[in-house]
């Protein structure tokens, strides 16, 4: 089984950054992919971005924040990030990192279904 602990959520206003980290432990090795979820009240949680473990470390961005959120690695430190710029009311939600040990296809990468390991969530709000 794979931890994770999120952090780096906190309070901006529209316009603003921030950047989340999810660092990992325990069975880190059996990870194929890392992905950030979403979730605000009333609403279904939504995928937000994902990253494979391979040498590419392919990226994959839901249409609602791609171009403005971008997804890391740092394979050193076991750690996800996701930068968040140019943020807009609708971004506030809990922001959640997944891991998945399953192969996954491309599709796949942004389906909360394929991932076993969840962290508690950090709290975003973007507000004038």
């Known amino acids: 089984q794979v931890q994770l602990v999120e952090s780096g959520g906190g309070f901006v206003q529209p316009g603003g950054s921030l950047t989340l980290s999810c660092v990992a432990a325990?069975?880190?090795?059996?990870?194929?992919?890392t992905a950030w979820f979403r979730q605000s009240p009333g609403k279904q949680r939504e995928a937000v971005a994902g990253?494979?473990?391979?040498?590419?470390?392919?990226?994959y961005y839901s249409s609602s924040v791609r171009g403005r959120f971008t997804i890391s690695r740092d394979s050193a430190k076991n750690t996800v990030s996701l930068e968040m710029t140019g943020l807009k009311v609708e971004d506030s939600a809990v922001y959640y990192c997944?891991?998945?040990?399953?192969?996954?296809?491309?599709?796949?990468?942004?389906?909360?279904?394929?991932?076993?390991?969840w962290g508690q969530g950090t709290q975003v709000t973007v507000s004038s």
């Open positions: 990253i494979l473990n391979g040498r590419n470390q392919q990226k």
């Open positions: 997944a891991t998945g040990t399953r192969s996954m296809t491309i599709a796949g990468v942004l389906e909360a279904e394929n991932y076993d390991s």
């Open positions: 325990g069975r880190t090795r059996d990870v194929f992919a």
